[in-house]
């Protein structure tokens, strides 16, 4: 269901006040994109259900939290979604991916969709994405999309892990200058 | 390599996602005490963050909405006391209900109460639903940390629908089989 930005600041701070319908009405807005963000993590999987629910039991419990002021309520909503997932990730729930391929595949680039939402912050980090070696590019989008560790990225383009963790430093610290701030 | 970049690299992979167990562990107890580690992990999750806005989403089971409802619908779940504990207010519920209560049958009592009333009381309609609720959280309360880490994913995947088995049986009144079904997931083994 889509939400404008403000709709869904208003909910957020609906839910902070203990109002259901604010909730479902984050939950609408929100749901399809971090149970994607989730899954594309732990696989299609109970596990992966359960990290949802657990997920907006957190929203429901700390949406007085969310500072407007200092990120978009996606972005804080995304954030909490995906730090659940890869902590859960790492306790070793096994991920499903390799059987369900297409959901390996980084989020497409040339989705006109996609495009058109683009915000000019997601502009300036691809355009500094694109400045990185094909392959490292590929290594920062499996760790984020996907949460591979050093030694997953290691196993899957078949290099040492050593290499990958330089390769992702160095990547990041250009990110970083790229961006510039 | 400094300390601050040191710092900086380490907040960078932890928000990008590539650490391993220990490492994430160790960076998760440390953001806590290192307002240095901190804030430069706040500053990557902003940097990184727009990576998301490119997620175009996958439907949720049909089923989550309800369960997470009924998860933050106990007392004390939520920032401010759910005031949604509806009591019965006709006589007729609260004979029932003492009736359920005494014979240790509350859910099926319930679901008879709103079998019976739900046409035109609505309250007790949530009254039903929240016991069934409260049986399924405090499942999942009670499910020890550790032990819900040790077991392996397929076992968690077997718990979880089970569960949700248990609350619909509830939910349908069938009160023998939800608590059956609940007495056995607290024996699961590891």
Known sequence: MPVSKEEL??????????????????????????????????????????VLQEVYVRVWQRAGDFDAGASSPITWLATIARNRALDEARRGSMRSLDDSPELLQVPGEDDP????????????????????????????????????????????????????????????????????? | MTEDEDIDALAAEYVLGSLDAAERGEVAARRGKEPRLAAAIAAWERRLSPLSEREPGIEPPAHALDAILARISGPGSAGRPAADVIPLRRSAGRRWAAYAAG?????????????????SDRPARQVARMDCSRLYKGFWEGFDRDRYAAISPEQLAGVSRMALRAYDACQAGDEQDARMLFERLRGTKA
Not at chain 1, 14 to 41: E, M, N, P, Q
Not at chain 1, 114 to 120: V, Y
């Open chain 1, 113 to 181: 969709a996609a495009n058109h939402e683009r915000s000019e912050e997601l502009r300036r980090l691809y355009a500094c994405l694109d400045g990185l070696e094909a392959e490292r590019k590929e290594i920062v989008l499996l760790a984020y999309y996907h949460g591979l560790t050093r030694e997953e990225i290691a196993r899957r383009l078949e290099r040492p892990a050593a290499t990958v963790k330089t390769w992702l430093r160095r990547s990041l610290a250009q990110l970083k200058d790229c961006l510039g701030r």
């Open chain 1, 9 to 50: 600041i208003e909910a957020l701070r609906g839910t902070a006040g203990g109002d259901r319908d604010a909730f479902k009405t984050v939950y609408a807005a929100t749901s399809v994109k971090l149970y994607g963000i989730i899954v594309r993590i732990l696989g299609r999987s109970a596990v992966a259900d359960e």
């Open chain 2, 103 to 119: 014979a240790g049958a509350v859910c099926v009592a319930l679901a008879i109460i709103w079998f019976l009333l739900a046409p």
